[in-house]
């Protein structure tokens, strides 16, 4: 079993860039092996290794001795001794280890808050279905490369294979320097390559759609048209959209605005689709907070009236049209819920609440909920330090009943999470 995090103890002392054994004690919250407070990538607890220091960070030269819980990578480019793609932190522990620590993990965080922390379920996406990515794209020796940064660095690792991303997605990214090198820039641009129902998006930044000379603009519309790309923005102004990107979420087809959020996986989509449903059917009216282009309020408004509120108004904008083209009781408000939480007497009456915010969490909300009268709170979380804060405020009148861990993001420490919180009587 691989041990879980704790607060690091001191390191060994070594110069920089001085070769050093360590025995590695345990696996840090981002996934590398700790030996006192140096962190050492790729490794794991028990192995004895020998490392060149680099600040508090060590890279392995070699592994004197292995950990049982140590498996073959998958991919070629996964980085021992360190220098591979970053895209992946974990792909040397086995199956079982991986998914055991990722749990201890989660479960950890929360018990550290003073919660009591039911049995998680574990769920997880299948290998190669990732649906969104952000590559980085480089001149280099006369052609463009396009990948993940290697670890700790700003090196591409010039992608030839991917067990992340789904394989129309990979077949995107690796046809970005085509795309991409016909138009002028320097440096470095960042691509957002998302897979949709309706083909690929791609969202380049670092190139400025208006001082695209005509040449150039010609090139990218012809290549991209060639790819079947359905829309291409620079800067966040669009180069082409030949069709609408969408996707169906609870089977009602949404129109989505450039860079709207979605989950990672359609597997992972699902399955929290499914948790947030069982655990409020029979709410009779939900508020669907963070809300996006409608992930949960279109599939929930089959089984409840919905209240749905997001700061981002492009997404509203496309959650109402989507709703209304489909009849649904969807009643959506552009609100910025970090500013502007619902308050105790706006969430009179709700049946359940659902929370699905990002990574900063939902400290206002979670404090204006504790002091509502709303019985149910359904919590998706992408960060387990945050969910851990807002369960510790929501405790004092809540009890977390239900946890799930959805792992979308395969081979990576990112940790997803569905908490059901029920409030007390009396």
């Known amino acids: 079993m691989v041990r879980r995090a704790r ?40 192995e004895l290794v020998t490392v060149r220091t680099e600040g508090r960070k060590g890279r392995v030269i070699a592994v004197e001795r292995s950990s ?105 990214a690796r046809c970005l320097p085509s795309l991409v090198g016909v138009m002028p820039f320097t440096g470095e641009v960042e691509a957002v390559v998302t897979l949709t129902g309706t083909g690929i998006e791609v969202a380049i930044t670092g190139i400025d759609e208006m001082a695209l000379p ?20 620079l800067d966040g102004v669009p180069l082409l959209e030949r069709r609408t990107p969408a996707l169906s979420l609870g089977g009602v087809e949404v129109a989505l605005p450039s860079g709207a959020f979605l989950q990672a996986t359609r597997e992972g989509e699902e399955q929290i689709t499914a948790l947030v449903t069982e655990a409020v059917r029979g709410a009779g009216l939900v508020a669907d907070l963070f809300c996006g282009v409608g992930t949960f309020a279109l599939p929930l408004s089959r089984v409840a009236k919905v209240f749905a509120a997001e700061a981002a108004e492009a997404s509203v904008t496309a959650l109402r049209a989507a709703a209304k083209r489909a009849g649904l009781p969807i009643e959506a408000e552009v609100r910025d819920l970090f500013t502007r939480p619902l308050l105790p007497n706006e969430l009179s009456g709700f049946g359940a609440v659902l929370l699905d915010p990002p990574r900063a969490g939902a400290a ?28 510790r405020t929501l405790s004092a009148c809540y009890d977390l009943t239900d946890l799930s861990l959805v792992d979308q993001f395969l081979w990576s420490p990112h940790i997803e999470a569905v908490a059901v919180f029920r409030r007390r009587e009396g």
């Open 364 to 391: 206002a909300q979670a404090e204006a909920l504790a002091r509502s009268e709303v019985p149910l709170v359904v919590y998706v979380s992408c960060d387990p330090g945050a969910l851990s804060r807002d369960a």
């Open 214 to 233: 005509l040449g150039a603009r010609e090139a990218a519309t012809r290549i991209a048209t060639e790819l079947d790309l359905a829309r291409v923005t």
């Open 7 to 46: 607060r690091a103890g001191r390191s060994p002392r070594a110069a920089k860039g001085a070769t050093q054994a360590v025995v590695i004690e345990r696996l840090g919250n981002a996934g590398d092996g700790l030996a006192g407070n140096l962190a050492v990538p790729f490794t794991l607890p028990d």
């Open 68 to 172: 049982p819980a140590r498996a073959a990578p998958p991919c070629r480019h996964f980085g021992l001794p360190g220098d591979g793609c970053g895209g992946c932190k974990l792909q040397h522990l086995t199956e079982d280890d991986y998914r055991a620590w990722k749990r201890e993990r989660l479960v950890w965080t929360l018990s550290r808050a003073g919660i009591e922390v039911p049995e998680p379920r574990l769920f997880a996406s299948p290998p190669r279905s990732r649906r969104r990515a952000k590559l980085a794209l480089r001149r280099a020796g006369g052609r463009v490369i396009c990948g993940f940064r290697a670890l700790g660095t700003d090196r591409i690792v010039d992608l030839q294979e991917c067990h992340i991303l789904a394989p129309a997605l990979f077949d995107a």
